[in-house]
């Protein structure tokens, strides 16, 4: 079976700061991996993904995340948040008749 | 490419009313998807197209919901009749080539069935 978990609903971090949203994965297959990102009244936006080769993944607006199987994990972050990153942010990963979405990750970025 | 469009962006409903949401994907997309979020479930895939065929409609919550996909470039889902709790948002997505490999997702639309 299939299923993301995504630790912290809220994450609020300073202008400036370091940005880390936790995404943990359980499959039985190699998985597909994605971070998505939601503006206030938009759709869901591809910031990266991960298929297969290098595990660091770097996405659009200085995003990137890192697949560690290790870990089952797949981590999003960023050097220096912006107040423009305000948005709430899915993990997701493929399976073989969905693609699972975890529960977001809201993220409030102080000025 | 516009990208996936859907309308409307808002609808506003009586319950008991039928209401119908449009989707016209990205061309040349084998798969579309039409997912639904909602606070408490999140997002929640409904069904699934490929080359026009549903695939998949385990999610579709029950008979209220059907979807169609008549061509490549037009889908609806449609509830009849309408119940407040159908209020959510509802997003239809498409993808190139393989199926969940990586979706594009249209705006989206408010449903509020009052």
């Known amino acids: 079976a299939q299923s993301v978990t995504q630790l912290g609903s809220h994450v609020s971090v300073s202008e400036g700061a370091l940005v880390l949203l936790r995404c943990n994965y359980s499959?039985?297959?190699?998985?597909?991996l994605f971070w998505y990102v939601q503006y206030p009244n938009q759709g869901l936006q591809l910031l990266l993904k991960y298929t297969t080769g290098a595990t660091l993944v770097k996405g659009i607006n200085g995003f990137e995340a890192e697949f560690k199987k290790s870990e089952t994990s797949f981590h999003l972050t960023k050097p220096s948040a912006h107040m423009s990153d305000a948005a709430e942010y899915f993990c997701?990963?493929?399976?073989?008749?969905?693609?699972?979405f975890g529960t977001g990750t809201r993220l409030t970025v102080i000025p | 490419d516009a990208g996936v469009i859907q309308s409307p962006r808002h609808e506003v409903t009586e319950m008991g009313q039928e209401v119908t949401l449009r989707c016209k994907p990205i061309s040349g997309h084998d798969y579309l998807f039409w997912y639904r979020q909602t606070m408490m479930r999140g997002l929640e895939l409904l069904i699934y197209?490929?080359?026009?065929?549903?695939?998949?409609d385990s999610g579709m919550p029950e008979d209220r919901f059907s979807a169609k996909m008549p061509n490549a470039s037009f889908s609806t889902l449609k509830i009849q009749p309408s119940e407040p709790r159908d209020s959510a948002v509802y997003f239809c997505a498409s993808s190139l080539v393989r199926v969940f490999t990586e979706a594009f997702f249209g705006q989206g639309t408010r449903l509020t069935v009052v």
């Open positions: 499959s039985s297959v190699p998985p597909y």
């Open positions: 997701a990963l493929t399976g073989a008749n969905n693609l699972f």
């Open positions: 197209f490929n080359n026009n065929v549903p695939i998949d």
